[in-house]
């Protein structure tokens, strides 16, 4: 069975947002460094497929195959990408496979399949659907000492809580944390 682990770069208020449109773009740059990233390689494993939303794809789709020949580039195009989507036949960035009309049921049946664990990132509307259906295991949240105030946040305005479980800190030079927390359920069960 495989793994459903989310990765998501926030800020401490929680934002997640850090694409181009967006204001305070590239808030995540000033931050990175090679341990940063050696970290980061060594927490997403070895090997991953990606599971993710269209909107994710799209933007990925417009930097990752044409990023050059670094580790993690490299992870990511080589991996196969599980995007949840009402427009399949349009998927070109491969390899590639669409979760179908039922998106609970395709990401049950696909953790239920032999290979490496499923790297979910920037999909804040299936974070939030797959951890109400109980379908995550880790939450990584990769901490940048910085506010925002306005963006994108991590979950939906209807997501239910959840109880995690602290596993485990990592620093980067620049004050980054990496936090891993394993998903235990319901915080009202």
Known sequence: ????????????????????????????????????????????????????????????????????????????????????????????????????????EGVRKLKLTDGPDLVLSGSISLTSLLLDAGLIDDVILIVYPVLLGRGKRLLSDSFDARKLEFVSTKTTPTGVLLNTYRHVGSLNS
């Open 1 to 104: 069975m495989r793994k459903i682990r989310i990765f998501e770069h926030i800020s401490l208020d929680g934002v997640i947002e850090h694409d181009k449109n967006y204001a305070n773009g590239a808030w995540t740059a000033p931050y990175r460094t090679p341990a940063g990233m050696a970290m980061l390689l060594e927490a997403y494993g070895a090997g991953f497929d990606l599971l993710i939303g269209r909107r994710t794809y799209d933007e990925w789709l417009g930097y990752w195959p044409n990023a050059g020949d670094f580790p993690m580039a490299n992870a990511i195009n080589a991996a196969t990408k599980y995007v949840a989507t009402h427009r399949p036949e349009s998927l070109e960035w491969g390899p590639v496979m669409d979760l179908g009309e039922d998106i609970i």
